[in-house]
Nanobody
Framework: QVQLVESGGGLVQAGGSLRLSCAASGRTFSNYHMGWFRQAPGKEREFVARISSSGRRTVYADSVKGRFTISRDNAKNTAYLQMNSLKPEDTAVYYC?????????????WGQGTQVTVSS
């Protein structure tokens, strides 16, 4: 069993930055591919970024490519999402997820989410 806890969300002006963290419990964090997703009000949850268990492979949604960076520190059981040049349309609840086949959006474990609000 893995528990995921996101933190780092908040209110920021357009053009600003935030770094989200996803702390995982359990001893096998380094075995899991990780992903970040987001859900805006009235919209479906959408993929943001994913990172392989080793951290060597990353994939981004086109909407965040060049602005967001996903990373992980397996020694700290933590994944990160650095978000720069934020736009109002990035406003959403952001979720991290763990343990899913590479290249899919199917993950076995999900966090509770952290709110990111970008003001114009």
């Amino acid at each position: 069993q893995v528990q995921l806890v996101e933190s780092g969300g908040g209110l920021v002006q357009a053009g600003g930055s935030l770094r989200l963290s996803c702390a995982a419990s359990g001893r096998t964090f380094s075995n899991y591919h990780m992903g970040w997703f987001r859900q805006a009000p009235g919209k479906e949850r959408e993929f943001v970024a994913r990172i392989s268990s080793s951290g060597r492979r990353t994939v981004y949604a086109d909407s965040v490519k060049g602005r967001f960076t996903i990373s992980r520190d397996n020694a700290k059981n933590t994944a990160y999402l650095q978000m720069n040049s934020l736009k109002p349309e990035d406003t959403a609840v952001y979720y991290c997820a763990a343990d899913g086949p590479w290249g899919t959006n199917s993950y076995n474990y999900w966090g509770q989410g952290t709110q990111v609000t970008v003001s114009s």
